[in-house]
């Protein structure tokens, strides 16, 4: 029993012959032979001429893409433009209700209504003024001002 290397093997086919080898046949033949006979090459001034049509094509195609590149970033500094006018517009409208919404909640009789109907505030009965000497302004040992020093200070001026 043949192993599964014979299988691939090009020399071992299952009952096929092997490929006839080919007449060879005779080579032909070639010599170069050295001779004064050149290709003809193109003019001067028709070689000046390609290298000029080839310099413009070159030229246009740089500026074409210089172009387009700068189109690119006038489209682009457009649309960055139109977006800060459209921010532009909300915040004016915004700031044009937030001022119409500051003096309706400033209103001294809008405060007064909110107060004593929302909060269930009330004026009170009677009022008192007390006037603090300008000395009256105490600080604690860190610096700070001290509302308790102070106060207590301008009980004992009075």
Request: aromatic share 4%; proline share 6%; glycine share 4%.
């Amino acid at each position: 029993m043949a192993g599964a290397s014979s299988a691939y093997r090009f020399d071992q086919t299952m009952g096929a012959q092997p490929y006839p080898e080919r007449p060879s046949r005779p080579r032909p033949t070639v010599r170069v032979i050295p001779g004064t006979h050149s290709v003809p090459s193109l003019s001067p001034q028709i070689k000046m001429a390609i290298n000029l049509v080839a310099a413009a094509v070159i030229m246009f195609a740089v500026i074409a893409f210089i172009r387009v590149g700068l189109s690119a970033a006038t489209v682009s500094a457009m649309s960055s433009t139109q977006e800060l006018q459209n921010q532009i517009e909300t915040m004016k409208s915004n700031d044009a209700s937030l001022s119409v919404e500051a003096s309706t909640l400033g209103n001294p009789n809008n405060v007064k209504s909110y107060a004593q109907d929302k909060l269930g505030m009330s004026q009170p009965a009677t009022t008192e003024t007390i006037t603090l000497s300008s000395d009256t302004v105490q600080f604690d040992d860190s610096g700070n001002l001290s509302l308790v020093k102070s106060l207590s200070s301008a009980a004992q001026a009075q």
